[in-house]
């Protein structure tokens, strides 16, 4: 450390000139290496009232997650249904006649 010391005391101007070399090339080497990378560019707009439209599609199967066998005590023939597919109904409630 003493041998470094010593030399940089005995030649000033070279030094001085070394360690104004260093900084210029940190320096540029930071500015290349940040403008290397890509900024984030953000698109912005004016907030306006209007329609949304947007479409869904799709295709599966449909899965029940209950379903119930309905086994009337009395036989006939049922003249009136008064509910309708997907319609809920309550546990007593009469939906035929």
């Known amino acids: 450390m003493n041998r470094i010391v010593t030399f940089i005391k005995q030649r000033k101007i070279i030094s001085a000139v070394a360690i104004i070399i260093l900084i210029v090339g940190g320096y540029y080497w930071y500015n290349k290496s940040k403008s290397d990378t890509a900024a984030i ?43 309708s597919v997907g319609d809920k109904v309550k546990k007593g409630s009469s939906f035929s006649t």
């Open 41 to 83: 560019q953000y698109k912005t707009a004016i907030a306006e009232k209007g329609t949304l439209a947007t479409t869904v599609s799709g295709s599966g199967n449909v899965i029940v997650d209950s379903s119930a066998n309905i086994d009337p005590t009395i036989t006939g023939t049922v003249a009136n249904l008064a509910v």
